[in-house]
């Protein structure tokens, strides 16, 4: 089967993030660190992402992690700091697939009130036919449904769409429901994928002649 569909995560895919750089500064590193540990920041962030409001999250923080409130309200005022900018190599990646006539969208977890910040980090997002935000739908990969509900929404055929992601678990979860897959691990790597898979794009590190 032919590939005519690229399906592109955006943390740290796209466009970078580092969420102690909302805070480093502001909080020394060790408070940070306390911060995280003790409100459990990952879990925060994933239950973010599948649908609950700031508003709520900030309800729960004052009331289950009272000390840690104002941590979490300058997380959230500073959030586009911890945007560190596209990752390197992505842009032109994507302007060569969209170029070479593949259909792109994104499948990206992420908080439906923050994710107005992608575009202005990394613009390639916007290159994007279609993207499905965890947020707005209250699914979060790997949930098989998420994926369920890309396919259906855009129209993809899993053989003929490749699946980037960096995280081994929501590439396995694509995998199981047919998809091509690429755990993305640097954008010169992926482009060595893309080739495997037969997608015709550039080398590593070539450039066209006289660019």
């Known amino acids: 089967m032919t590939i005519d569909t690229v399906l592109y995560d955006f943390g740290n895919v796209l466009v970078g993030w580092d969420p102690r750089r909302a805070l480093v500064g502001p909080m020394s590193p060790e408070d940070v660190d306390t911060f995280f540990r003790e409100v459990d920041f990952d879990a925060y962030n994933r239950a973010r992402?599948?649908?609950r409001t700031i508003a709520e999250e900030a309800e729960l923080v004052a009331r289950e992690h009272p000390?840690?409130?104002e941590a979490f309200a300058l997380y959230i005022d500073r959030f586009e700091l911890s945007l560190t900018g596209p990752?390197?190599?992505s842009a032109e990646l994507v302007d060569e697939l969209a170029e070479a006539g593949l259909r792109l969208f994104g499948l990206t977890n992420w908080s439906a009130e923050l994710f107005g910040a992608a575009a202005h980090a990394a613009p390639a997002t916007t290159r994007m036919e279609q993207v499905l935000v965890s947020g707005r739908e209250r699914l979060v990969k790997p949930d098989p449904a998420i994926f369920r509900l890309a396919r259906d929404r855009f129209g993809?055929?899993?053989?003929a769409t490749v699946f980037v992601?960096?995280?081994a678990?929501?590439?396995e979860?694509?995998?199981a429901l047919g998809f091509c897959t690429v755990r993305f691990r640097s954008t010169s790597q992926l482009r060595d994928e893309l080739r495997r898979l037969g997608v015709d794009v550039r080398?590593?590190?070539r450039r066209e002649p006289g660019a």
């Open 169 to 171: 678990e929501n590439v």
């Open 156 to 159: 993809l055929d899993p053989t």
């Open 165 to 167: 992601d960096d995280s």
């Open 203 to 205: 080398l590593p590190g």
């Open 49 to 51: 992402d599948a649908g």
């Open 173 to 175: 979860a694509a995998s």
């Open 87 to 89: 990752v390197e190599g």
């Open 67 to 69: 000390e840690h409130a």
